[in-house]
């Protein structure tokens, strides 16, 4: 949905620059995790690729807590 403003943001292999979200993530090479702090998209959390190599996509979970339970859940070492 923001995927043209994403392409006017992109700054090579460096931290992504779309107005309304902070990265959560780095997920290695030029791969981030982005959550939207703004708009219609707020709390949704965004998979983007600093240099293009494949479109934005929302993840599925309902806000950013849900997201970082899960996330936290397939993150080696975490014990419950």
Same mark, same amino acid.
């Given at each position: 949905? +923001?995927?043209?403003?994403?392409?006017?943001? /992109?700054?090579?292999?460096?931290?992504?620059?779309?107005?309304?979200?902070?990265?959560?993530?780095? /997920?290695?090479?030029? %791969?981030?995790?982005?959550?939207?702090?703004?708009?219609?998209?707020?709390?949704?959390?965004? !998979?983007?690729? =600093? !240099?293009?190599?494949?479109? &934005? +996509?929302?993840?599925? #979970?309902? %806000?950013?807590? =849900?997201?970082? !339970? /899960?996330?936290? #859940?397939?993150? &080696?070492? /975490?014990?419950?």
């Amino acid at each position: 949905m +923001h995927t043209a403003a994403w392409s006017a943001g /992109r700054q090579g292999g460096a931290a992504p620059a779309l107005a309304g979200a902070i990265a959560v993530v780095y /997920r290695g090479g030029s %791969d981030f995790t982005l959550l939207v702090v703004t708009g219609a998209g707020r709390g949704c959390l965004v !998979e983007v690729n =600093a !240099e293009g190599f494949f479109a &934005p +996509h929302s993840h599925t #979970d309902l %806000d950013f807590l =849900a997201w970082s !339970e /899960r996330w936290l #859940d397939f993150t &080696p070492g /975490r014990t419950s």
